[in-house]
């Protein structure tokens, strides 16, 4: 039995610096729900950060924080080794001045989703992900994190700083048999071919499951689903995963 779901779309906007520009924010925000902007470690800096808020605002789009590690050359996706007050602290520091450019506009800051290897890790590492539940704790805002068979168990420990948690699937990255994602850098780390994407999309909101690249059935209940800006048809693919429930 199929039950559609109607989750918000999301996206990773502003990750740019200085004259350089990756993917196509002016494009896309128009057809998202959420801005996932980058805080200025692993990509953007004060003006690209503000002219996205501007963008996300014009189109009515929820604004969240993209903290990542301080990693601009490997773009946030390499590990650093931390103290896990060393991550409250850049987590702090990051979600902090987006919130800042955000009320200098009257815009309201909705949530926090990592990025990149940040993200990851607090998947994996249970005290890394206690460090970034304290860090949101700050700002009484949820925090977005991979949907996966085990939700309980993170949930249980976001209670106990009393953050809401956002759960989140994403349309083109694989998974592994325990519901993480398979690693970027893997040949199969993500679906390249379209229909693959909308296959995968029909199958988490119609039926709650995804399937892993080795066959297994995984149950996941996702709030929200990440959609990749650097898709060369991410308007006409947004377009057509939204289709599955409209």
């Not at 779901?5 to 729900?33: S, Y």
């Amino acid at each position: 039995m199929s039950t559609t779901r109607t989750i918000k779309l999301n996206c990773d906007m502003g990750q740019g610096f200085g004259v350089w520009r990756m993917g196509t924010d002016e494009e896309i925000m128009p057809h998202i729900d959420m801005a996932n902007i980058a805080c200025g470690f692993h990509a953007a800096d004060p003006h690209i950060i503000s002219k996205t808020i501007d963008l996300a605002l014009q189109n009515d789009v929820m604004i969240g924080a993209h903290p990542g590690y301080p990693d601009k050359q490997g773009f946030g996706q390499r590990s650093f080794a931390m103290s896990d007050e060393e991550i409250c602290d850049i987590v702090i520091y990051q979600v902090g001045a987006l919130k800042a450019l955000c009320e200098s506009k009257n815009a309201e800051l909705s949530y926090v989703k990592p990025h990149g290897a940040l993200y990851r890790d607090m998947m994996k590492d249970k005290n890394i992900f206690r460090s970034v539940v304290d860090a949101v704790s700050c700002f009484n805002l949820p925090l977005m994190i991979l949907a996966s068979p085990n939700n309980q168990d993170y949930l249980d420990l976001a209670d106990r700083f009393d953050v809401p948690l956002l759960f989140e699937a994403f349309a083109d990255r694989t998974y592994l048999a325990n519901g993480q994602l398979t690693p970027d850098t893997s040949a199969n780390g993500r679906l390249r071919n379209e229909e693959a994407i909308v296959n995968q999309v029909k199958q988490i909101t119609r039926y709650g499951k995804v399937t892993s690249a080795d066959g297994f059935i995984l149950a996941i209940e996702a709030d929200t689903l990440c959609i990749d800006t650097n898709h060369p048809r991410a308007v006409e693919l947004i377009n057509r995963i939204r289709e599955q429930w409209c």
